[in-house]
Structure formats: structure tokens, C-alpha cells
């Protein structure tokens, strides 16, 4: 137990308290949280969607810029993984679960319920697209960039801890080490745990669907916490095993079974359709990027609160989930350049998350607005059930999306468990199992608390609240970068002059 670090003993108590609120008195934690969330919409709503815009920028300044040059490591280092062993890894750190919850559920409800205009016509199916890329796509992946960057450059280059606070040493020195850095590492260990949380949610509410399909198990609260009960043991006994062994094995089979599904529902799909209607959408997104980034709607309430429940929804999701994400593609990403690293963290996993949505979403607009089926009517966790029933070997895809979404839930709180271990224990690479165990079932715990207190509205409450404090550091965080940078290059020119003058 040496390893443990107060903040380890801080967040667990938090937490543990968080846990007794929502067992206690769940209806006064919920209304607490939404209206948190709708103050902090209503006040900073702008404060996320600029957020967004301004990593993506940064990043591909950082590219471009003579910064790109700089490695994320020792001059001498090489890259740990091959290339294409790198980018499968770019993308199985993200966005698993959420890929199969919303991968028809979020097009068919923006083609019902567009960000503007009438729903389920032709162009509420191009936007509904459109919005999903923009959700999933460029923007997303540069936080995680930006995040990823500093955490790579600190640790490899400089040596420092894998800790969130450890990336703001150059704006505040020594404090790092003390109540400040302290604060920074609690509010990551949060944002990462309301953040993976809620996937972990939504994975037991569409696991559950899918038994409900297949097997006619009932949909219900107590059915979910059965579900949470054994993947939580699943989990546990992975992290036990250690990152090589468990967390290897089962991202390797969640990307043969991932990409198996991908394939078996294009052919199976309308694949022209498909193929056409994701052509024309990912081109208009590509095209209008700038607008729909920034885009509010001050004029029309409802249009409005459509960015709100979507748009900044999904940019405190990623916000929070950049300790965890961020630590796992710095940890892949020693040995590369700043404008490598970013380059492919932008484009390979948007490419084939707008893939992914192009195919699973075109598929349900076509059942709906082509076949006259009501896709739009079913509810976000059964409409990818719906939708394979159209199709031929229906329950065959069922059956392998359950397990998908069974081992992207182990893998994401494996990984989880183990980011968290990190953030609590100095950055340490092994963690104690006993630490690992702790955040495991805290986990589930929260998943539990606020599925029970307020299903999906509970978990967007907790996300946003707790993406705030957590975007604040990120500019810190950009800040400090640049001036790191700054200084890493005029060292190198100072180097250089002495060579010569030598």
C-alpha cells in the first residue's frame, strides 16, 4: 500500500459518500444534479461548445506549427507499436458501448426530432447524420488529442507522472504537489467516474433490450442491476490478471467481433443506399464544419435546447472522459511526433466512427423513411433490436451485438479501473489490485445510483457537472503545453549554437 496517495483515500471517501446520497435519498440526488445541469446549460452553455471548437483548433496548430517536429519521447525513442497496430488502438480506446447505443438510436432521433425544421423528411436525414459525424467526429477527438499530447509529452519527454496535475507544472511550479495538483487529480478521478459510469449504464439498459428481443426478459430496473452485478465480476477478475493479459485479450476480441458486426450488417443492410447516403452526409459535414461547431439557436427555444441535450451534452462527455482516454493513447503513443500523433488521432477514428454511423443510421432511415417502418418510435436502447428484426439472420446479429457490448463493458471499466488506479497512486504503470478492486466497485456503484435515481437524465446531470471544473484545467493544460513547447525549442536552438560555436 505504499503507492497509495491521499488522493486515492479523498476520492474513495467522496465517493463512497456520492453512493450513500443516492442510496439514502435518491430522489434529492437527482434533482440536486439536473439542476445543477440545467443552471450550469443555462449560464455555461457557451463555455462547452467554444471549449470544443478551441481544442480543435489548438491541436491542429500544434501540428502544423514548428511544434510538430517535437517527439513524445527521447530523441532516440521509437515508436512501441507498428502502425497499423496503433490506429486499431486509437479507436478501441474510445468509443466502444457508445457506438452500438447510439449507432441508430442518435441518427433516427435527430431524423424525428432534427436540430431544425420538420422531422422525418429528406433533409432532417441528412442532418440527422450530419450532427451525429459532428457529435462523434473531429471535435471529439481533439480533446482527447489535446489531453493525450500533454499527458505523452510529460511522461516520455519529461519524465514526469501520468497525472493530470503533473501537465500544469509549467504554469504552477511546486504546486502541483500540493492542495492544488491534490484538487486537479480529484476532479479528474470524478469526471473519468460520472464519465465511464454512464456508459456502463447505458450498456445494462441495451443488454437488457437485447434479452428482451431474443428472449422476452423482462425490461426493468432489477434485470440492469443483475447485469451490472456480473460484468462488475467480470471486470474485476480482468483487472485482476493484470493490463497485458486481460485487457489485450478482450480489446482484441472486441475488435474482431466489432468489425465482423460492421461487415455483416453493410451487406446485409440497403448497402447502395448506405453507401450513397453516408457519401453525401460525411461531405456536407466535412463542408460545414465551422458553423455547426458553433452553432446556437438564440432565437428559437426549442432549437436551443436541442444543442443543449445533444450538442454541449456530448462535449462534456468527452471532456470527462479524458483522463481515461487521454492516459490510454498517450500510454500507445511513445516514440511519435506531436504532428503524427495528432494527425492520426483526428482523422483515423473519425473516419471510422462516421463509418460506423453512416452505415448503422442509414440503415434505420432507410426502414423508416424508405420501408414506412417506425424506427423512430422505438426508444434509444431498442432501436438497434428493432432494426436487425427487419433484416435477414436478425437474431444472428443480436446475439453478437450482446456480446460486443458485454465485452466493450468489461473493457471500458477494466481500462477505467486502471486509469483510476494510475490517477490515485502517482501514475504508477501497476497498480495495487487492492486499489484496482476499490474502483471497480465504486464503478458500479455510481452506474447503479444513477440509473436507479434517474436513468439517462441522471447520468448527462452527473457528466456535465462534472465537466466543467475538469475543462478549466484543460486550457491550463493548453497553456502550459505552449509554453513548454516554446521553451523545448529554444533550448534546442541554444544546443545547436553551441555546436557550432564549439
Keep these: 500500500m505504499k503507492k497509495v496517495t491521499p488522493i486515492f483515500w479523498i476520492s474513495l471517501g467522496v465517493s463512497i459518500l456520492f453512493v450513500l446520497w443516492g442510496v439514502i435519498v435518491p430522489d434529492h440526488l437527482i ?36 511544434y510538430g517536429k517535437i517527439k513524445l519521447g527521447k530523441p532516440e525513442d521509437k515508436p512501441e507499436f507498428s502502425t497499423p497496430t496503433w490506429f486499431a ?5 474510445g468509443m466502444g458501448i457508445g457506438l452500438l447505443f447510439y449507432g441508430i438510436s442518435e441518427p433516427i432521433s435527430h431524423f ?10 429528406v433533409e432532417s436525414a441528412k442532418k440527422s447524420l450530419e450532427y451525429t459525424y459532428l457529435h462523434w467526429g473531429f471535435h471529439a477527438w481533439a480533446i482527447y488529442a489535446v489531453v493525450a499530447l500533454a499527458l505523452a509529452y510529460y511522461k516520455f519527454r519529461k519524465n514526469m507522472p501520468g497525472l493530470m496535475s503533473a501537465t500544469l507544472y509549467p504554469v504552477l511550479g511546486d504546486k502541483v504537489k500540493g492542495p492544488i495538483g491534490y484538487t486537479v487529480d480529484v476532479v479528474a478521478v470524478f469526471a473519468t467516474l460520472f464519465g465511464v459510469s454512464a ?69 446485409l443492410s440497403p448497402t ?51 483522463p481515461f482516454v487521454g492516459t490510454f493513447i498517450a500510454r500507445v503513443s511513445k516514440g511519435r511526433t506531436v504532428r503524427e500523433f495528432v494527425m492520426a488521432v483526428l482523422i483515423v477514428p473519425t473516419l471510422v466512427c462516421s463509418l460506423w454511423f453512416g452505415v448503422f443510421g442509414g440503415t434505420g432511415i432507410y426502414y423508416d423513411l424508405i420501408e ?12 438497434l433490436f428493432f432494426v436487425y428484426q427487419q433484416m435477414p439472420f436478425g437474431d444472428f446479429l443480436s446475439i453478437i451485438s450482446i456480446v460486443l457490448i458485454l465485452t466493450f463493458f468489461v473493457t471500458s471499466a477494466d481500462s477505467a479501473t486502471f486509469v483510476l488506479g494510475m490517477q490515485t497512486t502517482n501514475g504508477s504503470l501497476n497498480p495495487p489490485f487492492f486499489v484496482t478492486l476499490s474502483w ?50 529554444s533550448d534546442s536552438k541554444e544546443k545547436k549554437k553551441e555546436k557550432k560555436t564549439a
Design 372 to 383: 414506412g417502418l417506425d424506427v423512430a418510435k422505438q426508444s434509444l436502447e431498442t432501436s
Design 272 to 322: 447502395q443506399y448506405v453507401i450513397e447516403l453516408f457519401s453525401t452526409t460525411f461531405g456536407s459535414y466535412v463542408q460545414n464544419l465551422p458553423s455547426m461547431g458553433l452553432r446556437f439557436a438564440p432565437f428559437n427555444e426549442d432549437n436551443n435546447q436541442w444543442v443543449k441535450d445533444w450538442t454541449i451534452f456530448y462535449w462534456a462527455w468527452w471532456i470527462s472522459w479524458t
Design 31 to 66: 434533482r440536486v444534479m439536473t439542476s445543477l445541469q440545467g443552471y450550469l446549460l443555462d449560464r455555461f452553455g457557451w463555455f462547452y461548445q467554444f471549449s470544443a471548437t478551441f481544442f480543435l483548433i489548438f491541436a491542429l496548430f500544434l501540428a502544423f506549427s514548428r
Design 199 to 267: 456508459s456502463l449504464g447505458l450498456g445494462a439498459a441495451q443488454i437488457n433490450s437485447g434479452f428482451h428481443y431474443l428472449f422476452g426478459v423482462p425490461v426493468s430496473f432489477n434485470v440492469q442491476l443483475l447485469i451490472i452485478g456480473i460484468t462488475t465480476l467480470l471486470f474485476i477478475t480482468s483487472a485482476g490478471t493484470g493490463l497485458s493479459k486481460g485487457i489485450k485479450y478482450l480489446s482484441n476480441t472486441n475488435m474482431l467481433l466489432a468489425v465482423l458486426l460492421f461487415f455483416s450488417f453493410l451487406f
Design 89 to 93: 488502438m486509437l479507436f478501441s480506446a
Design 440 to 489: 471497480g466497485l465504486i464503478l458500479a456503484a455510481v452506474a447503479i445510483v444513477l440509473m436507479g435515481s434517474g436513468g439517462i437524465t441522471g447520468m448527462q446531470a452527473a457528466i456535465i457537472v462534472s465537466a466543467l471544473p475538469l475543462g478549466i484545467v484543460l486550457f491550463v493544460m493548453c497553456y502550459g503545453l505552449l509554453k513548454s513547447f516554446k521553451l523545448e525549442l
Design 112 to 121: 424525428a426530432n432534427p436540430p431544425f425544421g420538420q422531422g422525418q423528411t
